[in-house]
C-alpha cells in the first residue's frame, strides 16, 4: 500500500488516497499553505523529486515530505545570501582599482558580471519584504529603504557603465556601492536574522 509521510507522521487522507505523486504534491503544498507552511524536501521513493509540467502520473511507494515554516525557509535563503558577503564586496573593490585600467571591453564584463551578482541579493531583498509585511516586521520599513537606495545605485552604475567613464564607475563602486552594500548586509545580520531566530525559536 502507498503511503505518504509528512515531517516524520504517515498521513492519513480523509477519502481516497491520491496515486499519483503529483496529486499528493498539490494536497500536501495546499495543506501546507493553510497553517504557514512551505514544502522542503519532497521525495518520491527515496529520491528528490519536484512537481514541474513535465511530470505526469508519477506513481510511487512512498512519498516522504519535509516542510518549513515561511520563516525557516526565509532564514535559510538568507543564510545562503550571507555566505556570499565577502565574495561580493571584494568583486567591488576589485572592480573599482581595476576599472581604471581597463579597456572597454574588459570593463563591461567585468562590470556586467558583478551587477548580476548583486541583483540576487536585490531579489532576495524582494522576498524577504513579502514575508515581513505578513509578519508586520519592524525591519521591513528600513531595510525597503536600503535596498532602494542600493538599486537606484545600480541604475546610474548601469548608465555610467553604458558611458564607459571609468572614474565615474569606480567612484561609484567605491564611495557609494560598497557602503550601501555593506549597510544592507549588516541590517540582514543585527536585524533581519535575529527577528527570524527569535520566531523560529
Not at 167 to 183: F, G, I, N, Y
Request: proline share 2%; aromatic share 6%.
Amino acid at each position: 500500500m502507498p503511503e505518504v509521510v509528512l515531517d516524520g507522521e504517515k498521513v492519513d487522507f480523509q477519502g481516497d488516497q491520491p496515486l499519483t505523486a503529483e496529486a499528493v504534491w498539490q494536497l500536501v503544498e495546499n495543506y501546507l499553505g493553510q497553517i504557514g507552511r512551505v514544502i522542503h524536501v519532497f521525495q518520491v521513493d527515496g529520491k528528490e523529486w519536484r512537481i514541474s509540467q513535465e511530470t505526469t502520473s508519477t506513481v510511487y511507494q512512498q512519498v516522504e515530505v519535509q516542510s518549513l515554516s515561511q520563516e525557516e525557509k526565509l532564514l535559510a535563503a538568507l543564510m545562503g545570501i550571507m555566505s556570499q558577503r565577502e565574495s561580493l564586496l571584494e568583486c567591488w573593490r576589485v572592480f573599482a582599482v581595476q576599472t581604471l585600467s581597463q579597456d572597454r571591453q574588459a570593463m563591461t564584463k567585468s562590470g556586467s558580471a558583478v551587477v548580476q551578482q548583486t541583483r540576487q541579493l536585490v531579489e532576495f531583498m524582494g522576498v524577504a519584504s513579502l514575508l515581513g509585511q505578513s509578519l508586520n516586521a519592524l525591519w521591513l520599513e528600513e531595510t525597503q529603504q536600503a535596498t532602494n537606495v542600493l538599486n537606484n545605485f545600480l541604475d546610474e552604475w548601469m548608465s555610467s557603465l553604458e558611458s564607459s567613464d571609468p572614474v565615474m564607475l569606480s567612484d561609484l563602486a567605491e564611495e557609494r556601492l560598497l557602503p550601501q552594500l555593506e549597510l544592507l548586509f549588516a541590517l540582514l545580520q543585527d536585524k533581519v536574522k535575529c527577528d527570524l531566530e527569535n520566531r523560529i525559536g
